[in-house]
């Protein structure tokens, strides 16, 4: 189920009366963002791509450009929607949104977290982290989780048959991904495999998932990078 240097999947649609149909459902993480000061911006407003995250979105785009993609729909947020807009224009299609798909809610938003000069080097913030399991800083995974299967149920109905893009946040996508295939939920963020610009595709035979694919046709970048 995971293959870092294929391509996106395709869908090809069954021609046999009672063969099976094929849809792929492609959640594909932001570009990165341009953010200088180096906060974790969450849901923040406002933030857009940086030049390097609008020719990462390019890049998608033409890797997607001769697939069958006849949905294309992204989180509330601008990073989100800049990353859809060369995928949709190629396809000739509008981008919907779906507040299913945002980035994930977080109480250190607006802050630096980074380490040695973030603002979990003070006392006052460390409750915060008590329990690691639910989070207790932030949305618990397990909503993440079933909005994100939401998203990917509407996408797949939306795309019967063809392929569906569906663009999102690290988090929101690789707890997704790990609710899938029954991993649990918590996790170490420094091993997320969501790079910028990367796509988990979910493929259907039908109704059924049976097969999950992740491929990076932007290149590779650190999880844990800055603008991320």
């Not at 949104?97 to 003070?122: K, M, Q, W, Y």
């Not at 991993?183 to 039908?206: F, I, M, Q």
């Amino acid at each position: 189920m995971n293959n870092p240097s294929a391509d996106a999947p395709t869908a090809e649609a069954a021609e046999i009366p009672g063969a099976k149909t094929r849809t792929v459902v492609h959640f594909l993480r932001h570009g990165e963002v341009h953010n200088p000061t180096g906060i974790l911006y969450g849901r923040l407003p406002g933030f857009r791509l940086s030049v390097t995250g609008q020719a990462q979105a390019r890049t998608v785009a033409n890797a997607l450009a001769d697939h069958d993609i006849t949905y294309v729909v992204a989180s509330p947020l601008q990073r989100a929607q800049e990353t859809a807009s060369p995928i949709a224009e190629s396809h000739g299609l509008t981008i919907s949104t779906d507040e299913n798909l945002i980035e994930a809610d977080n109480d250190f938003e607006g802050l630096r977290v980074s380490v040695g000069d973030g603002v979990l080097r003070r006392p006052r913030h460390w409750p915060k982290l008590r329990d690691p399991f639910t989070p207790s800083w932030g949305e618990p995974y397990l909503q993440i989780a079933h909005r994100m299967l939401a998203a990917a149920n509407t996408a797949r109905t939306k795309a019967y048959g063809h392929e569906a893009v569906c663009v999102s946040h690290q988090l929101p996508v690789w707890t997704l991904r790990r609710f899938l295939q029954g991993n649990r939920l918590w996790h170490d963020p420094r091993r997320r495999e969501c790079g910028l610009a990367s796509l988990t595709s979910l493929v259907y035979d039908n109704d059924n998932l049976v097969d999950i694919v992740y491929s990076e046709p932007a290149g590779a970048s650190d999880p844990m990078v800055t603008g991320a």
